[in-house]
């Protein structure tokens, strides 16, 4: 992860070490979980857009809170417009996503 991160000052960078930790730790949830590549791969993007929101919208954690729940919304619907882009989650899935999270 390191590498794909392209994190150059991981030894000297308080900022790199953390996010190094946070996806590091939700990497392996999501692997403990046997989360398929497609739901792996949805899950980190999903601890990403969080992230950002915190980080560069400055969203508090009740909004971000919200921007979850808009995102998981849908889970397990069988209408297709109603079913949301984290689709390929069960719902007892989703529902240790929002747990974990």
């Known amino acids: ?7 150059k000052q991981l030894k000297t960078s308080l900022k790199e070490a953390i996010l190094l ?3 590091t730790a939700g990497f392996w949830w999501a692997k403990e979980m046997n989360f398929s590549l497609i739901q792996l791969s ?5 601890l990403n857009f969080l992230l950002e929101n915190l980080s560069d919208k400055h ?3 009740a909004d971000n809170l919200k ?3 808009k995102a998981m919304a849908g889970i397990g619907e069988t ?6 882009d984290l689709n390929f ?8 996503v929002i747990d974990y999270l």
Do not use: H, P, V
Not at 1 to 7: G, T
Not at 42 to 46: E, V
Not at 79 to 84: A, H, L, N, V
């Open 89 to 96: 989650f069960s719902i007892e899935q989703a529902k240790a």
């Open 67 to 69: 921007e979850l729940g």
């Open 21 to 23: 930790d946070y996806y």
């Open 59 to 61: 969203m508090t954690l």
């Open 79 to 84: 209408d297709s417009e109603r079913s949301g």
């Open 42 to 46: 949805g899950f980190m993007d999903l």
């Open 1 to 7: 992860l390191e590498e794909f991160l392209n994190f």
